[in-house]
Nanobody, 122 residues
Framework: VQLQASGGGVVQAGDSLRLSCAVS????????VGWFRQATGREREFVAA????????LDADSVKGRFTISADSAKKMVYLQMNSLILDDTAVYYC????????????????WGRGTLVTVSS
């Protein structure tokens, strides 16, 4: 399984941005996809996750009501719609996939893509 995140960029506080994650390879093995982020000097942080079959979904409290995770299974794409961006959202964002439900537990994700940088300026 391979994942590639894209869509990052420089935006102003209050703006919106949509990240995309292309999933390829043995996608039939995947149960869930998640988004994580890592800011400079900080630990990797869970953002959101959902399961392909309409099962569990989870958002971090820090993004609840602002970010939405969704997918187009036919295109094998996962999206992270980010609204009302704030300075603390500045980070490298990664998409990851797991073969079972891992929620916010990052070691449970066995497949990771290269990140995409989101910079929020004031």
């Amino acid at each position: 399984v391979q994942l590639q995140a894209s869509g990052g960029g420089v935006v102003q506080a209050g703006d919106s941005l949509r990240l995309s994650c292309a999933v390829s390879g043995r996608t039939e093995d995947i149960y869930a996809v998640g988004w994580f982020r890592q800011a400079t000097g900080r630990e990797r942080e869970f953002v959101a996750a959902f399961s392909w079959n309409g099962g569990p979904a989870l958002d971090a409290d820090s993004v609840k009501g602002r970010f939405t995770i969704s997918a187009d299974s036919a295109k094998k794409m996962v999206y992270l719609q980010m609204n009302s961006l704030i300075l603390d959202d500045t980070a490298v964002y990664y998409c990851a996939a797991s073969i079972n439900w891992s929620g916010s537990y990052s070691p449970g994700y066995g497949y990771w893509g290269r990140g995409t940088l989101v910079t929020v300026s004031s």
